[in-house]
């Protein structure tokens, strides 16, 4: 298993930005696969980045463009940078992990690690 810590969430209006991160522990991070997700209110959880051990990244559709997944092996910590938010990405964003480092993984079944979550919201 995996532990894992997000921080970095908060409040932010429209068209600003927040970076978010993810620190963990109790596996070589640098062979994981990092993803983040996020889950509004009444929603199901949805993908938004994955980063593989290689360093290949996805975007789900909604945030291509405006977020970017990122590590740093030598910190444990995988980060994502959202830049031009809108109200609509308001949620609790989770950081999940995978010991298959590979594969580039969208639905949240193959990730057998998640963090507690973090706050963003974006006000109009």
């Known amino acids: 298993q995996v532990q894992l810590v997000e921080s970095g969430g908060g409040l932010v209006q429209a068209g600003g930005s927040l970076r978010l991160s993810c620190a963990a522990s109790g596996r070589t991070f640098s062979s994981l696969e990092m993803a983040w997700f996020r889950q509004a209110p009444g929603k199901e959880r949805e993908f938004v980045a994955v980063?593989?051990?290689?360093?290949?990244?996805d975007y789900g559709d909604s945030v291509k463009g405006r977020f970017t997944i990122s590590r740093d092996n030598a910190k444990n910590t995988v980060y994502l940078q959202m830049n031009s938010l809108k109200p609509e990405d308001t949620a609790v964003y989770y950081c999940a992990a995978d010991l298959m480092g590979w594969g580039l993984k969208r639905s949240p079944r193959d990730y057998d690690s998640w963090g507690q979550g973090t706050q963003v919201t974006v006000s109009s």
């Open positions: 980063i593989s051990a290689s360093g290949g990244t």
